[in-house]
T-cell receptor, first 110, second 112 residues
């Protein structure tokens, strides 16, 4: 079993829909990251959070430390949001290592 | 502002040939540097990280090696490539272990 599980693996939505991508992890963490990988392969860091909620534009990330769960929400989705969204966690104890989920492929159709 | 460069962008190499991928960072000093590999259909896997010149930690035993000859230069090497080395290689930097990581554009390696 992977330490970081994402769901769904694939997600197709219509433009304007509200999107939720989930991430569950099995270890104690010091931080959780949400990353966006575009079709060309480039990766952009969206959020790093250790508690609560963060918002940037139409993107919202939440984390529940007790339940070991995080969600990434996209409001008013747009075709340009189509990408693979990756969750990664850093284990407690000052580890340098990020453990990655396999990603959720989002396709937003016009 | 900080930027991270990787080259080459794509590479096709025969089995058994050597490899050298380079990553450089601009606009910051003493960054933590990371090499990741993303194999087809799999998640990102940390290969090496470095917290300073000449300091390399390996996460996964394999036929790859890394070196950091200068503060903002990180090199991934192999003496003899295997078919299983094919994948997308990403370099990343962060200010320290507790900050977000910033990724380079990646190198797509195909070993034939």
């Amino acid at each position: 079993k992977n330490e970081v599980e994402q769901s769904p693996q694939n997600l197709t939505a219509q433009e304007g829909e509200f999107i939720t991508i989930n991430c569950s992890y099995s270890v104690g963490i010091s931080a959780l990251h949400w990353l966006q990988q575009h079709p060309g392969g480039g990766i952009v860091s969206l959020f790093m959070l250790s508690s609560g909620k963060k918002k940037h534009g139409r993107l919202i990330a939440t984390i529940n430390i007790q339940e070991k769960h995080s969600s990434l929400h996209i409001t008013a989705s747009h075709p340009r949001d189509s990408a693979v969204y990756i969750c990664a966690v850093r284990a407690q104890g000052g580890s340098e290592k990020l453990v990655f989920g396999k990603g959720t492929k989002l396709t937003v159709n016009p | 502002s900080q930027t991270i460069h990787q080259w080459p962008a794509t590479l096709v190499q025969p089995v058994g040939s050597p490899l050298s991928l380079e990553c450089t960072v601009e606009g910051t000093s003493n960054p933590n540097l990371y090499w990741y590999r993303q194999a087809a259909g799999r998640g990102l896997q940390l290969l090496f990280y470095s917290v300073g010149i000449g300091q390399i930690s390996s996460e996964v035993p394999q036929n790859l090696s890394a070196s950091r000859p200068q503060d903002r230069q990180f090199i991934l090497s192999s003496k003899k490539l295997l078919l299983s080395d094919s994948g997308f290689y990403l370099c990343a930097w962060s200010a320290d272990a507790y900050n977000e990581q910033f990724f380079g554009p990646g190198t797509r390696l195909t070993v034939l």
